[in-house]
T-cell receptor, first 116, second 113 residues
């Protein structure tokens, strides 16, 4: 069974600095999708970034980028120029692509604090 | 283009009552997924539905929980005889087809007194 592990329950970063959130996963599939979701205090789940495993190029969305290491099964999120609005819970998620696979498997989350 | 809608956003029930949670998928989406988030945990898959069909309910407790997605109207997650352990945030997601990204609604926070 697939698993997703986020080993950092909480992280802090100074405003305007860079922070990296870690995520590792376990799967026997060769093709899959990985996601980072942001959950602010409103509890809304906001898609931050998505990576297809077959793509070697790391996904980037403005200040958010990932470091995808397929062999190591690692998928970290880098937030550059951190802003106060980035403070939230961040969840890493996995979804397979084999027939009938649709469940998102979430990690336990990392709480990011941004210090002014 | 409205996103996934869920109502109510907050629901308070006493032990033994019934809770009904509604989810309207994004326009053009016919696949609905329900997830539960217990306090301080990640989301856990409960059930996957297409119009008038339950495709996978492997994550749903065997008793007291049921889900439907009728031909017309929203998807409903129903919890009968609620207990305190049912207190959680329940998220609905939808997709156009199975292999596409799921988009999440704002969730319903259920509190059982």
């Amino acid at each position: 069974a697939q698993t997703v592990t986020q080993s950092q329950p909480e992280m802090s970063v100074q405003e305007a600095e860079t922070v990296t959130l870690s995520c590792t996963y376990d799967t026997s599939e060769s093709d899959y999708y990985l996601f980072w979701y942001k959950q602010p205090p409103s509890r809304q789940m906001i898609l931050v970034i998505r990576q297809e495993a077959y793509k070697q190029q790391n996904a980037t969305e403005n200040r958010f980028s990932v470091n995808f290491q397929k062999a190591a099964k690692s998928f970290s999120l880098k937030i550059s120029d951190s802003q106060l609005g980035d403070a939230a819970m961040y969840f890493c998620a996995y979804r397979g692509t084999t027939s009938g696979t649709y469940k998102y498997i979430f990690g336990t989350g990392t709480r990011l604090k941004v210090l002014a | 283009n409205a996103g996934v809608m869920q109502n109510p956003r907050h629901l308070v029930r006493r032990r033994g009552q019934e809770a009904r949670l509604r989810c309207s998928p994004m326009k053009g989406h016919s696949h609905v997924y329900w997830y539960r988030q217990l306090p301080e945990e990640g989301l856990k898959f409960m059930v996957y539905l297409q119009k008038e069909n339950i495709i996978d309910e492997s994550g749903m407790p065997k008793e007291r929980f049921s889900a439907e997605f009728p031909k017309e109207g929203p998807s409903i997650l129903r919890i009968q005889q609620v207990v305190r352990g049912d207190s959680a945030a329940y998220f609905c997601a939808s997709s156009r087809v199975t292999q596409e990204t799921q988009y999440f609604g704002p969730g319903t926070r259920l509190l059982v007194l």
